[in-house]
T-cell receptor, first 117, second 114 residues
């Protein structure tokens, strides 16, 4: 079984400041890692994912996350945030190659990022 | 727009009642996942279907059931509703059953049990 811990429930920042949303996971098998974003009154959208290969993955809107196997972490970062980044962010895992859970996602509790002008 | 549709958007009902939530996956996706998002439990996986067959079960109550029809749409049935069942219910679809495949989420159905 897997579990995901998002260490901060709320992160307030000012516009153009850097931000880091922390995520740690626990699993007895290899995992795939994801960050999803949920804007108010909308469904979840995939922001970025780590499947294999380079441990640093990037999204098209400037976010990046680094997979750290030794620390079982997948923290999300952005060097300069915009007002439009205000949303709730969810870290999630699924079983990796050879897994038997058919791709189901286990989510963290979410981090509400609020960007102030 | 993810291509996944869910109806209705909102549902208000009373305790003890039964409701049906509907999900239409993206064209070509064979897998449908149901998730529940509540304030106290967060986002939890309920159940998954692939091409009409149940493939994985999560924290789904016995009062809840689901099915996937030959046209691949899915329904989640919630019965003997309790106040604690109030939540946002998401459906997601993907091409296959591997964790490699991206899941596309619908806008959700907000259920309020009074």
């Amino acid at each position: 079984a897997q579990s995901v811990t998002q260490l901060d429930s709320q992160v307030p920042v000012f516009e153009e400041a850097p931000v880091e949303l922390r995520c740690n996971y626990s699993s007895s098998v290899s995992v795939y890692l994801f960050w999803y974003v949920q804007y108010p009154n909308q469904g979840l959208q995939l922001l970025l994912k780590y499947l294999s290969g380079s441990t640093l993955v990037e999204s098209i809107n400037g976010f990046e996350a680094e997979f750290n196997k030794s620390q079982t972490s997948f923290h999300l970062r952005k060097p300069s945030v915009h007002i439009s980044d205000t949303a709730e962010y969810f870290c999630a895992v699924s079983e990796g190659a050879g897994g038997t859970s058919y791709g189901k996602l286990t989510f963290g509790q979410g981090t509400i990022l609020t960007v102030h002008p | 727009d993810s291509g996944v549709t869910q109806t209705p958007k909102h549902l208000i009902t009373a305790t003890g009642q039964r409701v049906t939530l509907r999900c239409s996956p993206r064209s070509g996706d064979l897998s449908v996942y149901w998730y529940q998002q509540s304030l106290d439990q967060g986002l939890q996986f309920l159940i998954q279907y692939y091409n009409g067959e149940e493939r994985a079960k999560g924290n789904i109550l016995e009062r809840f059931s689901a099915q996937q029809f030959p046209d691949l749409h899915s329904e989640l049935n919630l019965s003997s509703l309790e106040l604690g069942d109030s939540a946002l219910y998401f459906c997601a679809s993907s091409v296959g059953t591997s964790g490699v495949r991206e899941q596309f989420f619908g806008p959700g159905t907000r259920l309020t049990v009074l």
